[in-house]
């Protein structure tokens, strides 16, 4: 379909992670034509950064075209650090602007694939499916799931370009992956052998109570964020908006959820430390 439609090989979006890693090799083995492509959040750990740039090296001494995505907005390169000044609050699970900025604006007009899997939440669940149209209109996306769907002849036959997405490990659970893995000696990004059970952006929000861990492992991720957070105030204030934060602080509190006094644990944050700790 990519080369019927777009005329141009498959594409295989890279985010450094473990589903990433499985996906390049299903497509590999499939021995169709395909590319590589990352895109560069800037707020991913160094090993992530490290170990797309190996990948990335290797493929392309085989001969398969791979490309970094930078990103930009309102027409100009930004960074984690620049946007939220921009956008004037910090990003978070309900307003995670951070993803369509820096993730999701690149690949435009080609069909594509991403470990996307509905084992990671029930939203993806009910909203994604094994092959995708890229849309902004909630009515015009169409979304197959298996080879009986109703929309299957409409989709293959589609003329209007725009991003497709196939999603061929969207039924996967996490022990599939591991196995798949294990099996077939493919290497993934070293932040797995730490304990780490995503890889995605240092901080953020859809990992919960962990990025404690993340921001303790990379503070400079955290001095980023207060001065992110210090450029927006002062944004704020400046075009006269009032907010009850008094500094960068007091927002990366927020953020990050701290509702205890200074030195206090509540009951739940003991539940989910001995949840983690158990054998």
């Known amino acids: 379909m990519s080369q019927r439609i777009y005329g141009q090989p498959l594409i295989v ?6 589903d990433s890693a499985v996906c390049r090799e299903i497509v590999r083995r499939s021995g169709e034509p395909f590319e590589l492509h990352h895109n560069h959040t800037t707020a991913d750990a160094p090993q992530t950064v490290y170990h797309v740039r190996q990948i990335f090296r290797e493929y392309e001494n085989r001969g398969i075209p791979c490309s970094i995505s930078y990103p930009y907005y309102k027409g100009q390169r930004v960074s984690m650090w620049s946007l939220i000044p921009m956008k004037r609050f910090p990003p978070t699970r309900l ?4 993803c369509e900025v820096l993730k999701e604006n690149s690949c435009r007009d080609r069909f594509i694939t991403t470990g996307v899997r509905w084992a990671e939440s029930q939203k993806r669940r009910d909203n994604r499916g094994v092959f995708e149209n890229y849309t902004r209109d909630k009515n015009k996306k169409i979304i197959l799931n298996n080879d009986n769907d109703e929309g299957r002849m409409l989709f293959e036959s589609c003329a209007v370009k725009g991003k497709r997405i196939c999603n061929p490990i969207v ?3 996490d022990r599939d992956i ?6 077939e000696h493919i290497p993934v990004n070293p932040l797995y052998g730490w304990g ?6 240092i901080g953020c929000p859809i990992a919960g109570k962990r990025r404690w ?7 400079s991720y955290q001095r980023a ?24 602080a007091d927002v990366f509190a927020w953020w990050m959820e701290d509702r205890n006094m200074e030195g206090q644990i509540s009951l739940s944050d003991l539940e989910l430390w001995r949840i983690e700790n158990e054998d």
């Open 13 to 18: 979006t890279d985010s450094g992670g473990k």
């Open 95 to 98: 307003q995670r602007y951070c």
């Open 171 to 173: 039924d996967w659970l």
């Open 178 to 183: 591991w196995d798949y893995i294990q099996s």
């Open 196 to 201: 780490f059970h995503r890889v995605g952006c």
């Open 213 to 219: 861990t993340e921001f303790r492992l990379f503070p």
């Open 225 to 248: 964020y207060e001065r992110a957070f210090d450029v927006m105030l002062a944004r704020i204030q400046g075009q006269g908006i009032e907010t009850k934060w008094k500094d960068a």
